[in-house]
């Protein structure tokens, strides 16, 4: 069996991303990460075009979504960001530099195969053509294993620890906590989930839809993207 170290063909959403930096002659950056996110989405629709498979168009996708991310926060530098939105966007710049140096290490390493002598265990072999003669130990049960050993390494060092606090939180308890504090005096929404975290947010905006859809409240909003405000229906004499 010929043994031949040949990844060039793969296209990966990775691949193609540092593809478009080197083209344009840049450093691993958010800014240069922001600057190709038109020719990424161009490649992405030449995917879907040639019909690519699901899965594939999947991993594009997931890249795709976070440099829509990055571009925003270039654009609008004062955008808000959740800690998890910046989490995304350090670890997809850190994961496309570890991705480049394993780009170098594969040029390397092709470099070492093609130079002869190689070593071999007897001299009449050295007539022969370079093969990739494993041992009878390494199964791919245990390439397999070893590779996860390999990446759980990995993982330690570059994923950071979060420790992540469940809550509950139930509807109607939010209900009841917004007609305690609304009254006939508008309230900005803002105002109303300040120091609230993602899914409390979400409650509460449920909570406000219910409340609304039963006329117990008004909201209004004067034009697109402007303050939500929230106040309590007068009762009826």
Request: hydrophobic share 45%.
């Amino acid at each position: 069996m010929l043994y031949e170290l040949n990844l060039d063909g793969f296209q990966g959403p990775l691949q193609k991303l540092l593809e478009l930096i080197e083209e344009k002659k840049m450093e691993i950056t958010i800014v240069s990460l922001a600057e190709v996110t038109g020719g990424f989405f161009d490649y992405l629709k030449k995917l879907e075009e040639a019909g690519v498979s699901h899965s594939i168009l999947a991993d594009f996708l997931v890249v795709a979504s976070k440099l829509i991310l990055i571009k925003s926060k270039v654009l609008l530098p004062s955008l808000p960001l959740t800690e998890e939105e910046e989490l995304d966007i350090r670890g997809l710049e850190g994961r496309l530099k570890i991705y480049q140096e394993f780009k170098k290490a594969q040029v390397h390493i092709k470099g070492l195969w093609r130079v002869s002598p190689q070593m071999f265990s007897r001299e009449y072999l050295m007539t022969k053509e370079a093969t990739f003669y494993p041992p009878k130990s390494a199964t791919a049960e245990a390439l397999a294993k070893a590779v996860a050993r390999v990446a759980g390494e990995l993982e330690k060092l570059l994923k950071p620890v979060i420790k992540v606090k469940n809550e509950i939180i139930h509807l109607k308890q939010k209900i009841e906590e917004v007609l305690k504090r609304l009254t006939e005096i508008p309230m900005g929404f803002k105002k109303m989930h300040e120091g609230k975290g993602r899914s409390e947010l979400i409650v509460l905006f449920l909570a406000i839809l219910h409340l609304v859809r039963d006329q117990l409240i008004s909201a209004d909003q004067e034009g697109q993207f402007d303050e939500i405000t929230i106040a309590r229906k007068p009762k009826e004499a």
